[in-house]
């Protein structure tokens, strides 16, 4: 079975800080896919990215960065400079590739105070 | 590309009370789920349509709740008898083709909050 965990439930900093968020998934399959979703307070999901178990590549996207290590079953994800804007409950969610639904972490609440 | 469209936004109902809720999945998406979000928690899988046929269904999804998706476009998902412990966000997404593919992420509506008193 998959699950992903995201240990840490509340996160608050202070704006222009930079700031990490867990995500640690567990599964049988070899290849999956990992995702973070941004759910701000009108509670849309916005998807934020897609990475699949082959491509260990950190990417990064603006002030957004994913660090995924295979070894470590963690997908990682900073913000750099965080706005108060970045003020959102962030997902960080895994789908196997021989299934169809995807496995959200429970969440973690970003708090970017001005 | 008007997004994920979920009718209505908030509902709220006394217990024992059937509702139902919409979805209209992004136009050319032929792949829609259900997942319901409870406070504090993220969102859990329901089930999922591929046009209309139900290809999957959860162990969340009891008796009392029915999702259809008669002509492979919006979907309903109804829940009878309803207890309090349904009270939740119910989230509608849709894609093109599987979730892992390449240029295929789960568009998300914004969901129906539903609360039963």
């Known amino acids: 079975a998959q699950k992903v965990t995201q240990a840490q439930t509340e996160i608050s900093v202070v704006e222009k800080e930079d700031v990490t968020l867990d995500c640690v998934y567990e599964?049988?399959?070899?290849?999956?896919?990992l995702f973070w979703y941004k759910q701000p307070p009108s509670g849309e999901l916005v998807f934020l990215i897609r990475?699949?178990?082959?491509?260990?590549q950190n990417e990064i996207s603006g002030r957004y960065s994913w660090n995924f290590q295979k070894s470590t079953s963690s997908f990682n994800f900073t913000i750099t400079a965080s706005q108060v804007v970045d003020s959102a409950v962030y997902f960080c969610?895994?789908?196997?590739?021989?299934?169809?639904?995807?496995?959200f972490g429970e969440g973690t609440q970003l708090t970017v105070n001005p | 590309d008007t997004g994920v469209s979920q009718d209505p936004r908030h509902k709220i109902t006394k217990r024992g009370q059937n509702v139902t809720f919409r979805c209209d999945p992004i136009?050319?998406?032929?792949?829609l789920y259900w997942y319901r979000q409870t406070l504090g928690q993220g969102p859990e899988f329901l089930t999922y349509?591929?046009?209309?046929?139900?290809?999957?269904k959860s162990r969340l999804l009891s008796d009392r709740f029915s999702a259809e998706r008669p002509k492979g476009s919006f979907s309903t998902l109804e829940i009878q008898r309803t207890e309090q412990g349904d009270s939740a966000m119910y989230l509608c997404?849709?894609?093109?083709?599987?979730?892992?593919?390449?240029?295929?992420?789960?568009?998300f509506g914004n969901g129906t909050r539903l609360t039963v008193t």
């Open positions: 997404a849709s894609s093109y083709e599987q979730p892992s593919s390449y240029n295929s992420p789960l568009h």
């Open positions: 969610a895994l789908i196997e590739t021989s299934g169809s639904r995807l496995t």
């Open positions: 349509f591929q046009n209309e046929a139900q290809l999957e």
């Open positions: 990475r699949n178990s082959f491509d260990e």
């Open positions: 599964t049988r399959d070899t290849t999956y896919y």
């Open positions: 136009s050319e998406h032929n792949r």
